[in-house]
């Protein structure tokens, strides 16, 4: 095997707990973030290239990673976006036809460090039991003295605004120009799947920086608009809440996904908290309380809507919970042609259950061209 040398690597958490493990290539590295957990068993590449992972150092407990390569066409960003990354068995070779280069090539081109052999069961079970917690990734830890003051300088994710360092920086569209209807995406670190899924029920998108107003949306002529997932805590975003006060107010078809989810229950005064560990996976079992059918959904988020106020709230009726906690995971407002969730229904990775929101979303359309 290439690299048989490997560099000693560890992990240090921000409350002094070091794991040990080894560097994934033979270069020295080094990497901050808050580590977290995702249980998908596929889908590392989409994981990888999520915008809502943004600043945060990635630990897969699938035991195997790298083992089908990467492809061109499943990534949700042009590059990496996690911070770092922490498996148990990193694969060097690929065995899928369709993958276009190796992992490791890819994490390079995306000059992403990562380390493996650790113990990631004890690592996910610590992360459970303390929450999730800053954290640096090296293979340079002769110095744990200058390592830990260079840790504690790391802001917390807690009031941490991370929508401007992913968002475009221009506006851009996607989609077929002649499609049937148009939708003013408002990018607070979108997934390319979302997009997609537009396109697909023949919507035709334009996609906006984070800080864009309600009012230079609105003049392109969208019959609906669309608020993105993405990273960090929702409630820096004053400009993107605002845009959603504008957009109710206006009474405009409004979707909201994931962190535009936690934008909308902002814009209506439900306040938002930061979760233990959060949810991170393929496999969450969500109710939906409208139909009573249950759903197995894809989820990235560390952040949550505070359930007491939205349950108080007059004019939103919660429309999906979280079955293993109980948190809300879907709102619709009563008087308004808005609804949102906290999950990812493009499922990119994961279940396609939740593929129906978009048609919703579609009918909605229909209805404000009417």
């Known amino acids: 095997m290439k690299y048989q040398a490997r560099k000693k690597a560890i992990l240090l958490l921000e409350d002094g707990t070091i794991f040990h493990g080894k560097a994934v290539g033979d270069k020295n590295g080094k990497a901050f973030g808050e580590v977290c957990f995702n249980t998908g068993m ?41 911070s770092g990354l922490i498996c148990k068995n990193f694969s060097y070779y690929q065995s899928r036809p369709a993958a276009d280069e190796t992992l490791k090539q890819f994490l390079d081109r995306s ?51 991370l929508a401007s360092k992913v968002s475009t920086k221009k506006p851009y569209f996607f989609g077929n120009e002649s499609a049937r209807f148009k939708v003013a995406v408002l990018d607070i670190g979108v997934k390319k799947s979302i997009l997609k899924h537009l396109s697909k029920r023949d919507v035709y998108c334009k996609v906006y920086p984070y800080d864009t107003s ?24 004053a400009s993107a809440v605002q845009v959603a006060k504008d957009i109710i107010a206006d009474d405009k078809p409004l979707f909201g996904i994931c962190l535009g989810h936690q934008v909308i229950a902002l814009a209506n005064g439900i306040s938002t908290y930061k ?20 759903e197995i959904t894809s989820q990235n988020h560390g952040f949550s809507v505070n359930k ?11 429309t999906h ?50």
């Open 111 to 161: 000059d992403l460090f990562a380390i493996s052999d650790v113990d990631t069961r004890a690592l996910v079970t610590y992360i459970r039991e303390n929450g999730a917690m800053n954290a640096v990734i090296t293979t340079e830890f002769d110095d744990l003295d200058a390592l830990k003051k260079e840790l504690a300088a790391v802001p917390d994710m807690n009031g941490l605004e």
């Open 214 to 237: 309600y009012a230079e949306m609105k003049e392109w002529g969208a019959q609906g608009y669309l608020l993105s997932n993405g990273p960090g805590d929702p409630q820096p975003l």
């Open 308 to 318: 007491e106020e939205t349950e108080a709230h007059p004019e939103v009726v919660v």
């Open 275 to 294: 979760m233990h560990h959060g949810h991170r996976g393929i496999n969450h079992p969500i109710m939906n309380l409208e139909t009573g059918k249950g």
């Open 42 to 82: 596929t889908g590392y590449q989409e994981i990888f290239t999520d915008p809502s992972y943004f600043g945060q150092i990635m630990v897969t407990t699938n035991a195997h990673i790298g083992n089908y390569g990467a492809n061109e066409e499943e990534k949700e960003a042009e590059t990496a976006q996690i």
């Open 321 to 370: 919970t979280h079955l293993n906690d109980g948190t809300v995971a879907g709102i619709r407002l009563k008087n308004k042609n808005c609804f949102s969730v906290q999950y990812h229904p493009e499922a990119s990775p994961g279940p396609n259950d939740a593929h129906y929101l978009f048609d919703e979303f579609i009918h909605n359309l229909i209805k404000e061209k009417q």
